[in-house]
């Protein structure tokens, strides 16, 4: 892979931004990965390269830091994810919108190469198979998160067919990961069960304890989001998005697997309004499509994502 890539991150402040950021990093150089948001990221990401403070609705300055840096790929990660847009649903749906179209014009207008912008297994709904729920199916989702991911695929679907931008997709299960805390999803009770092990604190889950979801490690997460990213062209044949998967667990799971080296761990489980979208979405996902065109192969089952969370948590 030729390091002479210029790379936008949008949105490098957050869960995904901050892992991805240094991974980039480590492999294009430090220079050559320009991190952006509207807040401050963690130390090592603002030390550790170029940061500017950036709008993503600001598509103007969009346009100023692709020309000023000559960027070549774009990583959009800005967006409400599904409890904080269910709060404010008109700005969700601004912000995951406008914000995706803003990036888009940068392919349309050829001032990038590629972009990169993720969906989520919220495309489904409950009218969607439950189990291994595959690539192509019903999609009725009931989150205004939901909706905007959908027809952001369809968008990135449309871009790609008719101006040629060669704009690329996963849609993310919930991610579990130590270096950033989750940013207002459905799914962060898998990050915060472990902080809460770490100070030796019961943990209030705002989810059911048999409440199974699609769930991965970080590590994996971003390997599926470079890879998709460096494959030819040829190889990404489905521009809506693709199905990525590696776990699926209920919060009763993983609290058992971390009393295996806490065993004074307690869980107590209040449901709240989030109960709802996650009953809305599958169990489990089938990826089968991201294995066969890019050769997508995940590493962490939950024993070993377990293990890497308590460990890395302990020692930050
Ligand atoms: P996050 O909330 O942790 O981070 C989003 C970042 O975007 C934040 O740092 C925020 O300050 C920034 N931001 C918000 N508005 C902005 C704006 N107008 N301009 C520039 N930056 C802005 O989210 P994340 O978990 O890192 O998710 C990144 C992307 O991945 C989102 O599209 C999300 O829908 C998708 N995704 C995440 C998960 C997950 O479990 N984390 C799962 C599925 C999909
Ligand atoms: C959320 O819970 O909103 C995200 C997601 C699965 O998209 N983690």
Redesign the pocket.
Known sequence: MPKSETILV?????????DLVLKLREIYGSSNVIA????T?VYEVYEGGPFEV?????KEKVHKIVKHYKVTQVY???????A?AEQNPKFGWN??MS?LFNVLSLGSEQLVKKIF??????VFGPTSPKQNCPQHTITEPTTV?GIS?LAGEGWCTYFHKKYGVDVRSV???????HK??????T??YAVHIFHHAIKRKAYKCYLEKDTYLPM?YMDD?IQATIQIMQVPSEKVLIRSSYNIASLSFSPEEIYHQIKKQYPDFKISYKPDHRQEYADSWPASIDDSYAKQHWNWDPKYNLEKTTQRMLKQLKTT
């Open positions: 949008i949105g490098a402040s957050g869960q995904i931004g901050t952006t948001d509207l807040k990221p950036l709008d993503v609705l600001d959009l990660l800005a967006a409400l994810l599904s904080t912000l995951n914000g912008w993720p969906s989520s297994i919220a998160y991911k849609r993310y299960p919930g991610l579990i990961s950033s805390q989750p940013g207002g999803g799914t962060d991965m997460a």
